[in-house]
């Protein structure tokens, strides 16, 4: 039985942990049991679909909130289009429909009288935009349009979990409109690039950055970037992606504009995208099994303060100055709930608070206090005169462990493959992503897919050299790609 001294009380604590099923018995079960625990999400009567609560919907603002900030340092502007989208408008691009088809709710009455045409719940706001820019774009002046929405969409998967994959979810969608080819091209590699730098300062989360290939790409893009995130278990995650849509959708639906030298011509589009996936992604990189690791960039509590026998004369009210003074650092709270020291270092624990601070009876006569990491748990007694500068120095210092840790998880999961032999007997021994050199023919894509069960996660802007042929086939290799199992 595990057990934590408090001065001089022992506590027992498997029982506060003991309904989250460790992750190497079961890794599933185990997400589960931390979003469940960790009060995130609540389930609901419309089956795929989530109550996001206050302790997950707060990651949400943070991630939502920073995101936004370093989107309008690139000139990016909020707007807000409607969310249903009449089947016409859906049609209007052949691969776009295609690709959305299977997973579109479609409303067939307003009231109790029948629609003259179904509506599609926006599964994405493609066709949407396109219709906007046609009207809203005629001149060389009205460009770029560099536009962003913060909303929800409707996919209706056929398998849900939390966060990762669910019939309803928020998200961001970027959708730009330029004037030339190489403008469409940079905006599509800069918000790409955001992101990657995002998970990793933000997120405390390394990426891949790439290309998908055309199997793997966007229903109607020209090309998808991608950056892609290996989780705790070793399969890939898909953790935001950047369309260049060329001039495709502006044919489609005619968007055109006087150019400077009087002559009408198509614009250039993107389109990219977060959404609340990204919570998934830190609790499936960082989470272990006492519960949530959050990084402080991410932690809407980012240092909780913990009173030791909280009923003795002066720990009460030192503990609220000890908030007041940190409140000016870092996002502070006191847990001033009856229940025992014990009990609240677990439910600290669980929910993932960076850091801890413990404040008793020997530590308020000494002039200190205990600090405590989530992440490693290591415990470092501070002169309450020094406090706010060690816990701040403490948690820049977990935000970088916490990336440097990652990192090295998934370099230590990375493998190399030279032929179809090596590939399978990783796939089949060990998980994470494989690097491995492809022909370009969507056939041994396809080969690689059908018989491994993985797909091609991205070929990645930095690129090796694994070997001269292609892992599948044999002939002339032309690029190197991550392959792996994906969530």
């Known amino acids: 039985m595990a057990e934590k001294k408090v001065e001089g009380a022992k506590v027992k604590l498997d029982n506060l942990v003991q309904q989250i099923t460790p992750m190497d018995v079961d890794f599933a079960q185990w997400y589960t049991d931390v979003v469940r625990k960790a009060e995130l999400v609540g389930y609901t009567s419309v089956k795929g679909c989530m109550v996001m609560k206050p302790a997950g919907f707060a990651i949400w603002e943070l991630i939502r909130n920073q995101l936004d900030e370093r989107f309008k340092e690139t000139g990016v502007q909020n707007v807000y289009l409607p ?110 690039n955001l992101y990657a730098d995002f998970l990793e300062e933000v997120l405390a989360i390394p990426v891949i950055r790439g290309r998908k290939t055309e199997r793997e790409k966007f229903a109607g893009a020209m090309s998808t970037y991608t950056i892609e995130a290996l989780m705790h278990d070793g399969k890939a995650l898909q953790s935001g992606t950047s369309h260049n849509f060329g001039d495709g959708f502006a044919r489609a639906f005619d968007i055109k504009f006087a150019d400077k030298d009087n002559t009408l011509k198509y614009v250039y589009q993107t389109s990219w995208g977060m959404t609340t996936r990204l919570i998934g992604a830190i609790i499936m990189v960082h989470g272990d099994n006492e ?48 229940k025992t020291p014990g009990w609240k270092f677990a439910e600290a624990e669980m929910r993932g608070y960076p850091l801890r601070v413990e404040i008793g009876p020997k530590d308020l006569e000494a002039g200190k206090c205990v600090l405590c990491r989530r992440d490693t748990r290591e415990k470092t007694e501070v002169s309450l005169d020094e406090l706010e500068s060690r816990v701040t120095e403490l948690l820049d210092r977990i935000q970088k462990q916490m990336l440097e840790r990652a990192r090295a998880h998934r370099d230590s999961h990375t493998y190399c493959a030279v032929n179809m032999e090596e590939l399978e007997t990783i796939f089949a021994e060990k998980a994470g992503f494989v690097k491995a050199m492809w022909c370009g023919d969507a056939a041994c ?26 892992v599948c086939c044999g002939k002339p290799a032309k690029t190197m790609v991550y392959w792996g199992k994906a969530y």
């Open 445 to 470: 894509e396809e080969q690689i897919k059908e018989k491994l069960s993985v797909t091609s996660r991205c070929i990645p802007f930095q690129q090796e050299h694994i070997a001269d042929t292609c």
């Open 291 to 338: 519960g949530l690791v959050l990084p402080p960039k991410a932690a809407p509590v980012q240092v909780c303060v913990i009173p030791i026998r909280q009923q003795n004369p002066g720990i009460l009210d030192k503990a609220y100055e000890i908030r007041d003074r940190l409140q000016k650092v870092c996002r502070v709270k006191v847990d001033d709930t009856d």
């Open 83 to 192: 969310m249903f989208i009449p089947e016409s408008l859906l049609q209007k691009e052949k691969d776009h429909v295609e690709g959305f088809a299977p997973e579109v709710a479609w409303v067939t009455h307003g009231g109790l009288a029948p629609l003259p045409e179904r509506l599609c719940v926006r599964p994405t706001s493609e066709t949407l935009f396109c219709d906007f820019y046609k009207n809203d774009i005629h001149s060389y002046r009205d460009l770029p349009r560099v536009y962003n929405q913060w909303c929800s969409v409707v996919r209706w998967e056929k398998e849900t979990r939390p966060f990762l994959r669910s019939r309803e979810f928020l998200w961001q969608e970027g959708h730009t409109a330029h004037a030339t080819a190489q403008e469409a091209e940079e905006r599509t590699i800069q918000m790409l």
